[in-house]
Antibody, heavy 115, light 111 residues
Framework: QVQLQESGPGLVKPSETLSLTCTVSGGSISSYYWSWIRQPAGKGLEWIGRIYTSGSTNYNPSLKSRVTMSVDTSKNQFSLKLSSVTAADTAVYYC?????????WGQGTLVTVSS | QSVLTQPPSVSAAPGQKVTISCSGSSSNIGNNYVSWYQQLPGTAPKLLIYENNKRPSGIPDRFSGSKSGTSATLGITGLQTGDEADYYCGTWDSSLSAGWVFGGGTKLTVL
């Protein structure tokens, strides 16, 4: 059973860069799509973007200028960087697997943007 | 405002049936598979339905999905109190702003 686990700082200062990593266990990260999705408190889901294990990426157009995703197949991990964060980026961040649908999800990690 | 439109809330009594609609356009639902996710309070979303009407292993057949044109529907029969959750539809949008899109979510209350 594939399991995903997000990790990273829970508090980021405004204008700085949010960095999160998702570790995949119970299966190989190779030859698959891996996404980041976020959810502000009390609100709906927002897809941030996805990366294929070849390194090919697709980003949400509304976030594209600030998002960078990468993958490290040797560590079975993929990562998210979101630059120039503001309070509006405060949310629970999930990593998820899949292309046509999101089959597996991490438990989520709360990231708060505050000075 | 979400690209896919869902009712904010639905409710029904235990044992009854409820449907949740998800409306989109030709650039998303009209030409791509729809999936549905259940989010119980305080937990991560869980895949309920994929490719319009398929259920992952372990999802009871009380949950069903369908698609017609640019709309999709999630059906839940034999409602249980444990079904109280937020439900989201999602699909790929193939427009110029291509990417994955979700509905705004529907809160199901089992009265």
């Amino acid at each position: 059973q594939v399991q995903l686990q997000e990790s990273g700082p829970g508090l980021v200062k405004p204008s700085e860069t949010l960095s999160l990593t998702c570790t995949v266990s119970g299966g190989s990260i190779s030859s698959y799509y891996w996404s980041w999705i976020r959810q502000p408190a009390g609100k709906g889901l927002e897809w941030i973007g996805r990366i294929y294990t070849s390194g090919s990426t697709n980003y949400n157009p509304s976030l594209k200028s600030r998002v960078t995703m990468s993958v490290d197949t040797s560590k079975n991990q993929f990562s998210l960087k979101l630059s120039s964060v503001t309070a509006a980026d405060t949310a629970v961040y999930y990593c998820a697997s899949g292309a046509g649908y999101f089959q597996h999800w991490g438990q989520g990690t709360l990231v708060t943007v505050s000075s | 405002q979400s690209v896919l439109t869902q009712p904010p809330s639905v409710s029904a009594a235990p044992g009854q049936k409820v449907t949740i609609s998800c409306s989109g356009s030709s650039s998303n639902i009209g030409n791509n598979y729809v999936s549905w996710y259940q989010q119980l309070p305080g937990t991560a979303p869980k895949l309920l339905i994929y490719e319009n009407n398929k259920r992952p292993s372990g999802i009871p057949d009380r949950f069903s999905g369908s698609k017609s044109g640019t709309s999709a529907t999630l059906g839940i029969t034999g409602l249980q109190t444990g079904d109280e959750a937020d439900y989201y539809c999602g699909t790929w949008d193939s427009s110029l702003s291509a990417g994955w899109v979700f509905g705004g979510g529907t809160k199901l209350t089992v009265l």
